[in-house]
């Protein structure tokens, strides 16, 4: 868990008021002392059945001579993940997309309610983050490569018989 504390200086003058003018508290233990009443905590949670990322990766290939010294490679890879997925647990739920009027409906990004109010977008404003690490197998990738290639060797081989 982790406790976050936040203490500034709103004070006109240049001077550092943070601490009784001494600055940030390196002492763990009277860190909770500083700062506001209103201190909030994190959560990060682990789903029971997370797995290290993981990688299945297949490759096909051939390489084929042509007449003339020309040689044709083909080359196919696919890589599936299985990869880190981070789930967001304290905000409250979506409330449909971002407004069209201001990106001419090219932006059709998740829209969540604003930051003003008692707890903002957090569904408890003494947490301000609870996140679950799980897994996720979306994630995939392709290459695909064809290539020609005349050797100069071949050429020159050709040009002198």
Same mark, same amino acid.
């Given at each position: 868990?982790?406790?976050?504390?936040?203490?500034?200086?709103?004070?006109?003058?240049?001077?550092?008021?943070?601490?009784? /003018?001494?600055?940030?508290?390196?002492?763990?233990?009277?860190?909770?002392?500083? =700062?506001?009443?209103?201190?909030?905590?994190?959560?990060?949670?682990?789903?029971?059945?997370?797995?290290?990322?993981?990688?299945?990766?297949?490759?096909?290939?051939? +390489?084929?001579?042509?007449?003339?010294?020309? %040689?044709?490679?083909?080359?196919?890879?696919?890589?599936?993940?299985?990869?880190?997925?981070?789930?967001?647990?304290?905000?409250?739920?979506?409330? /449909?997309?971002?407004?069209?009027?201001?990106? %001419?409906?090219?932006?059709?990004?998740?829209?969540?309610?604003?930051?003003?109010?008692?707890?903002?977008?957090?569904?408890?404003?003494?947490?301000?983050?609870?996140?679950?690490?799980?897994?996720?197998?979306? =994630?995939?990738?392709?290459?695909?490569?064809?290539?020609?290639?005349? +050797?100069?060797?071949?050429?020159?081989?050709?040009?002198?018989?």
């Amino acid at each position: 868990m982790l406790n976050t504390v936040s203490v500034s200086d709103n004070t006109a003058t240049p001077a550092n008021e943070v601490n009784s /003018g001494k600055g940030f508290e390196p002492d763990p233990t009277k860190q909770s002392a500083l =700062g506001t009443a209103g201190r909030t905590f994190e959560v990060d949670i682990i789903d029971k059945n997370f797995k290290l990322p993981q990688v299945a990766r297949f490759n096909l290939a051939t +390489d084929i001579k042509w007449p003339g010294g020309i %040689n044709a490679t083909f080359e196919g890879i696919y890589s599936k993940q299985s990869t880190i997925f981070y789930i967001r647990m304290s905000i409250l739920p979506r409330r /449909g997309i971002v407004d069209q009027a201001y990106n %001419n409906g090219f932006d059709k990004r998740i829209a969540y309610s604003s930051s003003t109010g008692a707890g903002g977008r957090r569904l408890n404003p003494n947490i301000t983050n609870a996140i679950l690490i799980s897994n996720t197998n979306k =994630g995939y990738s392709y290459n695909l490569t064809f290539q020609l290639r005349q +050797d100069m060797e071949e050429r020159i081989r050709i040009a002198c018989v």
